[in-house]
């Protein structure tokens, strides 16, 4: 990712192209039917890179999201293709799916773009790709989720063993920065558990989401088991959190937010499971390879524009491989300039929203009143469109805000260390633990140093790779829960112990 986010992206302009995608009207998506909300009210989502409306989305609130969690409890307890449908099925379901997403990936990869601002280029080799293989792997799963039989410790004679059941209904709350990769991590396992959903995209991203609401249709998922709300979260996703009729909340978003569905969560004493922000340490030792360390460096911080919860915002660099590290990563960086976001070679596309640019202009000022300098970048492009120049800051201190708190755009602060037990002191010094990665050529400080970060993913000579098998989530801060990989199949079942008395 990281290399190729460096290719010639010099001389593209910032002129955009008309939208080519043409999604239908927004409808909320409820037991199978797309319907207007109770209200009759819409809302606009915009082209970031452009200003330009490019659909009318229906505006829920907390009758339709009563309507949709009804939807969804009849299909869980009455649905008669679905409460009882084989293993085998819900697997070919799930594979379905994942042809449909391969199917129309053009098209989606284009909304995405249309709707988030980020690179067609991310979009169609990353974003959509991943959420077909997402699909893929949990359709492997349906035929492997079993219970245990267990040693009975108690004294006489029973069989004991247990049984996974789905959860229930399953509200799910997703942000805009990967929209339907959001989904597809947290729908895809719901499904494979058995499990029927409530989902409700960001405000400004619900495009995907409504068009994947028809390809659920066109695979015959049945009616009830996936049910889409578009509306804000204050409203409608508060509905959902305290909803009765909801049984697990997934959350993938700030921690602001995080927070207030914990506490919301607890009167219904739903299950929760948080995926939140992070500030996530790149760490680099005099003795690694700080050319590539440099490369990667740049796709862990820029990709998706910054806008990533494993961003690799806090650049700590061992002062012996400073100034070599940091001609490479200036050198590159400024050659990265951003551009229309539908051209096939853009790297750098628009951020979300003028509040969202605002925020991060501001941090880039609030830097420099810390004492830290700009190196690269540091402005705005142009006046269309919330476009953005990459941006490194030096002589940060991780105490320093721009150290602290999560930024959420193309900002990188450097941090310099003397030596290795000060550089992993400063990068546990963090609310958040998220992700961290570590570049050494000496393969037992990289292993010691990985056990003593403090976050859900380390990475080793490498930065801001996942892989649908493999669990993710973070530590602190950054939330609990581990969804991909066998791990997301834990948060959306529920363990029944059966307990048979075998005596006399
Ligand atoms: P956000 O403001 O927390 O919103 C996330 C979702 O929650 C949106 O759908 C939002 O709805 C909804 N929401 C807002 N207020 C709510 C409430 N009171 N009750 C229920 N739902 C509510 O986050 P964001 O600004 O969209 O996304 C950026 C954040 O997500 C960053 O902190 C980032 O690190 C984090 N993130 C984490 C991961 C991860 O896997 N750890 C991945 C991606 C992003 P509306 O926006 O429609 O109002
Ligand atoms: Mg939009």
Known sequence: MAEILTAATENISVELKPAKANPKPGKLFIGGEFVDALSGKTFETRNPATGEVIAEIAEAGAGDVDLAVRAAQKAFEEGSPWRKMNPRDRSRLLWKLSELIRANAEELSELETLDTGKPIFESSKFDIPLSAECFEYYAGWPTKIAGETIANTAGGDAL??????????????????????????????????????????????????????????????????????????????????????????????????????????????KRVSLELGGKSPNIIFADADLETAAKFALGGIFFNQGEMCTAGSRIFVEEAGYDEFM??????????????????????????????????MNYVSIGKSEG???????????????????????????????????????VASVIKFKEPEEGIREANNSQFGLAAAIWTRDIKKAHQMARRVKAGTVWINTIST???????GGYKSSGFGRELGRAAIDLYTETKTVWVDLNG
């Open 466 to 472: 996942t892989d649908n098998a493999v669990p993710f």
């Open 327 to 360: 001609s490479v990563l200036r050198g590159r960086a400024a050659k990265m300039i951003a551009g229309d976001p539908l051209h096939p070679k853009t790297r750098l596309g628009s951020l979300i929203s003028q509040e969202h640019l605002d925020r991060v």
């Open 160 to 269: 004991v063993y247990t049984i996974r059941e789905p959860i229930g209904v399953c509200g799910q709350i997703i942000p805009w920065n990967f929209p339907l990769q959001m989904l597809a991590w947290k729908v895809a396992p719901a499904l494979a558990c058995g499990n029927t959903i409530v989902l409700k995209p960001a405000e400004q991203t619900p495009l995907t989401a409504l068009r994947f609401a028809e390809l659920t249709l066109e695979a015959g998922l049945p009616p009830g088991v996936f049910n889409v709300v578009t509306d804000f979260g204050p409203t409608t996703g508060k509905a959902m959190v305290d909803h009765p009729g909801i049984d697990k909340i997934a959350f993938t978003g700030s921690v602001e937010v995080g927070k207030e569905i914990m506490r919301g969560a607890a009167n219904t004493l």
């Open 372 to 410: 830290a300098s700009v190196a690269i970048g540091g402005e705005r492009i142009g006046s269309k469109g919330f476009f953005m120049k990459p941006t490194v800051l030096e002589g940060v201190t991780n105490s320093m805000r721009v150290a602290q708190e999560e930024i959420f755009g193309p």
